[in-house]
C-alpha cells in the first residue's frame, strides 16, 4: 500500500498504540469541570448548561475537533447532585462519541462542601475507510487489509472523583476512566485500551478592590505511560463581568518551550448568560504547520427567581 495511506493510519493509530493520552483537552477547563470530575455534578444551586466547541491545529489537516455538550442539574438536595455529558470528537477518519452520567454526595465540611462522585459512560468508536481524503495511486482497494466500509467499536466505563471547595478555593481530584477497556477494532492478540487518566485541579479568587478580583488555577493531568501535563492559569475579572486569562500548557517535544500559550477572554453577560473564547498559541514544532487553536463556549444558568437574591458572584471557577 502507498506511503501516504500508511502515514494517515500510523497517525490515527499512534495514540492507543503508545498508550498516549486519549481524553479530550479543553483550555476553558475552568468551564468544564463535569466532563474531568463526575464529583462537580450539582455543584451550583441551579441548573447549568454549557456548549463548547474547540478546533484543534486550525490549518492542519485532520486535526483534532470537538463538540461537547454538558447539563450540571441544580442540587436536587443539599447531598445530592446529578449531572451529564455528552461529546463528539474527530481526528482523520476517526471520529468518537462519548456519553455520561455522574452522581455525586456531599458532605458539608468546614466552610465549604466536599463532594464525592461516580460517572458511568459510554463510548462509540468509529473509523471511515469510505472517507474521500484517503488516497492511493493504485487504489485502496489494492491492500485487502484495508476495509471497505465503516467500522464500529463500543465499549463502557466507569470514573470516580473527589472535589472539595469553598466560595474562594476549591480542589479537585479524578479518575473519569477506571476501566482498561479494549478499544481495538481487531481480534487479535495485541490489543489496544483506554487508559488510566488522573486530572488534579486547584484554584481560588483573591479581591484585589471592589472592582477587580485575581483568580490563579491550575490542571496536573497524567495519563499512564505518558508525559504529565499541566495547565497554570491566572485570569483577572473586572466588576464580576468581564474577564481575561492566560495559560501556560506545558508537553510538546524535546527542545520545546512547552504546548501552547492560551489567551481566554469571557463576557457575564447576565446572571443567566456567559459566552467564553480561547486561542491557542503553538509552542512546540507543530506551530510551523498549524494556525494555533480555537474554542468557543456559551454557559446559561437556569436561576430560578427566588435564588436571584443568593446569588453574590458569577462563577469564577
Known amino acids: ?8 493510519l500510523l497517525f490515527i493509530g499512534m495514540g492507543s498504540i503508545a498508550n498516549g493520552q486519549q481524553s479530550q483537552m479543553y483550555t476553558q477547563f475552568m468551564y468544564t469541570k463535569l466532563a474531568l470530575n463526575p464529583a462537580y455534578a450539582g455543584n451550583d444551586p441551579y441548573t447549568n448548561l454549557s456548549l ?26 443539599n ?25 455525586a454526595y456531599k458532605f458539608l465540611l468546614g466552610e465549604g462542601v466536599l463532594s464525592m462522585g461516580i460517572d458511568a459512560s459510554g463510548r462509540e468508536y468509529s473509523q471511515n475507510y469510505t472517507d474521500g481524503r484517503l488516497f492511493a495511486i493504485h487504489g485502496l482497494n489494492a491492500d485487502p487489509s484495508i ?24 480542589v479537585g481530584f479524578a479518575i473519569p ?32 478592590n471592589k472592582n477587580l478580583r485575581w483568580t490563579p488555577q491550575l490542571l496536573f493531568k497524567i495519563a499512564e505511560n505518558s508525559p504529565f501535563s499541566l495547565d497554570l492559569n ?25 504546548e501552547s500559550l492560551d489567551f481566554i477572554t469571557g463576557v457575564q453577560l447576565s446572571d443567566q448568560l456567559m459566552v467564553g473564547f480561547a486561542y491557542d498559541v503553538g509552542l512546540s514544532k507543530l506551530r510551523k504547520i498549524e494556525n494555533g487553536s480555537l ?23
Open 295 to 317: 474554542e468557543a463556549l456559551v454557559s446559561y444558568n437556569f436561576i430560578a427567581r427566588k435564588l436571584k437574591t443568593v446569588i453574590v458572584n458569577p462563577r469564577y471557577f
Open 147 to 170: 476495509p471497505a466500509d465503516i467500522i464500529k467499536k463500543r465499549l463502557f466505563n466507569a470514573g470516580f472523583g473527589m472535589y472539595y471547595n469553598t466560595r474562594k478555593f476549591y
Open 52 to 77: 463548547l466547541y474547540r478546533d484543534q491545529w486550525a490549518g492542519f489537516p485532520g486535526a483534532p475537533k470537538a463538540v461537547a455538550l454538558t447539563v450540571n442539574f441544580g442540587r436536587i438536595s
Open 79 to 103: 447531598k445530592i447532585g446529578l449531572g451529564a455529558h455528552l461529546e463528539r470528537q474527530t481526528l482523520g477518519i476517526t471520529e468518537k462519541i462519548t456519553y455520561s452520567l455522574a452522581y
Open 177 to 208: 476512566r477506571m476501566i482498561k477497556a479494549d478499544i481495538d477494532f481487531d481480534k487479535n492478540n495485541f490489543f489496544s485500551t483506554e487508559v488510566r487518566h488522573v486530572f488534579v485541579m486547584t484554584g481560588g479568587t483573591f479581591v484585589i
Open 1 to 8: 500500500m502507498m506511503r501516504v495511506i500508511t502515514i494517515i
Open 234 to 258: 491566572a485570569s483577572a475579572t473586572y466588576q464580576d463581568k468581564y474577564s481575561i486569562g492566560l495559560t501556560y500548557r506545558s508537553g510538546g517535544g524535546s527542545g520545546d518551550l512547552g
